[in-house]
Nanobody, 124 residues
Framework: QVQLVESGGGLVQAGDSLRLSCAASGRTLSVYIVGWFRQVPGKEREFVASINRSGTSTYYADSVKGRFTISRDNAKNQASLQMNSLKPEDTAVYYC?????????????????WGQGTQVTVSS
């Protein structure tokens, strides 16, 4: 199985940018699709973005389209989420997830492996 560790979270001002990283170990990341999800207290975990194995296809939630970019570097066993024009409503714990079966997924139930999350806080 693959282990995932997120990093790059922090406290930023609205309008700032932040880049989250997802480091994989135990397995090569190239055989997994990667997704980013976020969750705040009192709300369901929501889909943010996903990317296929080769990095040629991506899918984004409407709330982040045009602001966030998901990417991956299979040679480094890493995936990233570039977050621009951050808003207070982007505040959440962000999770990296991976799955070997799906081609491109957007539901948390379609991802088997999960990281522990990294906190992103955007102040106004």
């Amino acid at each position: 199985q693959v282990q995932l560790v997120e990093s790059g979270g922090g406290l930023v001002q609205a309008g700032d940018s932040l880049r989250l990283s997802c480091a994989a170990s135990g397995r090569t990341l190239s055989v997994y699709i990667v997704g980013w999800f976020r969750q705040v207290p009192g709300k369901e975990r929501e889909f943010v973005a996903s990317i296929n194995r080769s990095g040629t296809s991506t899918y984004y939630a409407d709330s982040v389209k045009g602001r966030f970019t998901i990417s991956r570097d299979n040679a480094k066993n890493q995936a990233s989420l570039q977050m621009n024009s951050l808003k207070p409503e982007d505040t959440a714990v962000y999770y990296c997830a991976a799955d070997r079966r799906a081609s491109l997924a957007y539901s948390d139930k379609d991802f088997y492996y999960w990281g522990q999350g990294t906190q992103v806080t955007v102040s106004s």
